[in-house]
């Protein structure tokens, strides 16, 4: 298929690689020009323009930071809206239902969401996971885009805001998750237990889920290089937050935990990795840590 993927960030890119390997046509488009040298090198077009990009694509896909971006990029007066024609829009980006719901109604239907679990490294081998939502009639078509990106889909039916739901609540149990391994580390560590005996310890017990084990280094001694930072917790933590008390459901332990990747943000980490919010703990003496 002709695919057009805007949005260079490490997602964005992992997405455009899959995509090239599959067969797939790929025209690409950043803000910030020069982002896309490895994908250009695996033979993706870099366009100067949302329009040149989308000219002639079949399928579009957003890879954004967040719902101004995805709007902004999407509907603004230079957007895709404005030069998609008969394509697809597809929204990769974690953004709030509500967004996906307008952006269903800006492109007439014709818009599949597809929010991603997994980071960049599990979307450039195919092992991400895939949360679509849509109408049958839109997401059933694009399987030739599903196949080449991964195998393991959801499908979180015709209404394109509940898969956004299901992502943010899926990312809300991380950084929920990465918050608590967080104390418990710094905890262990101020009583005396090594890091090895941590490491063998909760790599091992079944209390830590696969996906905070994948942060358990960089939690206990890392340098927090990573893709998904804190300033991104914080956000996606606040969005589900907010989905879940436009239902009525207030969220008193999402409040903590959002309140905790922003104060890491605010401390100097905002760019790091998630795993970065254990230094808040590091950072402080006496009963207040």
């Given at each position: ?29 950043n803000r910030t020009p020069g982002r896309a040298g490895a994908v250009v090198a695996a033979g993706a077009h870099e366009a100067r323009s949302i329009a040149e ?97 991964s195998s393991a889909r959801r499908y979180c039916g015709p209404e394109p805001g509940n898969a956004a739901s299901v992502k943010l609540l899926c990312n809300y ?117």
């Open positions: 298929m002709r695919t057009a993927v805007l949005g260079m960030g490490r997602m964005g890119q992992a997405v455009a690689l899959r995509l090239r390997a599959g067969g797939h046509g790929v025209g690409v488009w990009a989308v000219h002639g694509a079949e399928v579009v896909l957003l890879s954004l930071t967040d719902d101004d971006a995805v709007r902004e990029v999407a509907t603004g007066p230079e957007g895709v809206r404005a030069a998609i024609g008969g394509a697809v829009l597809v929204d990769t980006s974690t953004v709030s239902p509500t967004t996906s719901r307008d952006m269903a109604a800006a492109f007439a239907g014709r818009m599949a969401a597809a929010p991603i679990l997994g980071g960049p490294q599990a979307v450039a081998d195919g092992a991400a996971t895939y949360l679509l939502g849509g109408p049958r009639e839109v997401v059933d078509p694009l399987e030739p885009l599903w196949s080449a990106l149990l991380l950084m929920a998750g990465v918050a608590v391994l967080s104390e418990v580390v710094a905890a262990g560590q101020a009583v005396g237990l090594g890091d090895t005996f941590l490491r063998d310890l909760l790599s091992q017990v079944p209390l830590v889920a696969p996906a905070l084990k994948n942060r358990l280094d960089d939690v206990l001694a890392g340098d927090h290089r990573g893709w998904f930072t804190t300033s991104l917790g914080a956000k996606d933590v606040r969005l589900a937050a907010e989905m879940a008390g436009s239902a009525g459901v207030r969220l008193p332990l999402a409040e903590l935990v959002r309140q905790r990747y922003e104060e890491a943000a605010g401390a100097g980490w905002g760019d790091a990795d998630v795993g970065a919010v254990v230094e808040l703990l590091r950072s402080r003496v006496g009963p207040e840590v």
